[in-house]
């Protein structure tokens, strides 16, 4: 009875740490460009929404943009007026519906009752909340834009991953991988 016991509780256990060890974190990342090359200059950050452009939050977010815009050798400028490229930089957060993920539950007897344990991924029943980081960049001199580009992370909403501070500077590191990136092709970057 005891190897029996052992052997329930052996399989949970290689259950869990499988689920726990698949995968990793990753974003939804799409690029579109001309494949034409982009020159590196001076870059200008503004909020597509210009009502928040003076905002603590804003430039807070901005400044995780410009270290890789910065990254990808480029200088950023406090003025539009000193910019050869503008970015326009949208951050946008929806609430999903309650998901419900089954996972994988396994019985453990104890005595003679066998208690259900769920094991897996999880968690079971949450709200998920959507953060998606978009930039477009345009030359200043002719108002042409020359690369767009967005990332989106899915997470449970009041985790660490869906809160602003987490997410905006991971998303921006995924979107700016490999810059310029293929263009028109979804792909799913590690953070």
């Known amino acids: 009875m005891k190897r029996k016991i052992f052997a329930a509780t052996s399989i949970a256990l290689m259950v869990a740490l499988s689920a726990c060890g ?32 003076n905002s603590l939050e804003f430039r807070t977010h901005a400044e995780s943009v410009a270290v890789e815009m910065r990254r990808q050798g480029f200088q950023t400028v406090p003025d539009a007026g000193q910019a050869q490229y503008v970015a326009t930089l ?73 809160t602003l501070t987490w997410a905006v500077p991971a998303l921006a590191g995924a979107l700016f991988t490999d810059f310029p990136g293929t263009p028109g092709v979804t792909q799913q970057v590690r953070i």
């Open 90 to 162: 949208d951050i946008t957060q929806t609430d999903g519906t309650t998901v419900t993920r089954p996972g994988t539950t396994v019985g453990v007897p104890v005595g003679p009752t066998i208690i259900a344990t769920p094991v897996g991924r999880g968690p079971r029943n949450s709200s998920e909340r959507t953060t998606t980081v978009a930039v477009q960049i345009q030359r200043q001199s002719d108002g042409q834009k020359v690369w767009e580009g967005r990332a989106s992370k899915t997470a449970t909403a009041g985790s660490q991953q869906a």
């Open 22 to 53: 698949r995968g990793g974190t990753y974003a939804d990342v799409a690029r579109f460009h001309t494949n034409q090359p982009i020159n590196r200059g001076t870059l200008f950050i503004q909020p597509a929404d210009p009502a928040i452009a």
